[in-house]
């Protein structure tokens, strides 16, 4: 595929309550290495997913907000 740019992969993460996600990026800046710490704390639940998946997801995530 020289010269054909490939589609990123998929990062599905978490939104947290906001008091959850203070408290957790208070705790990775006490003990993250600051030279690596340039994110809010987060959860990763999928970091990889193919690009093909994005609708098959989107539909999923929908249906599991909705239904929880």
Known sequence: MTGERQAAPLILTAELPADLQAWATRLR???????????????????????????????????LARDH
């Open 29 to 63: 800046a006490e003990h993250f290495p600051p030279e690596r710490n340039f994110l809010d704390a987060h959860v990763t639940l999928f970091h990889a997913l193919p690009p093909s998946s994005e609708a098959e997801l989107r539909d999923c995530c929908a249906m």
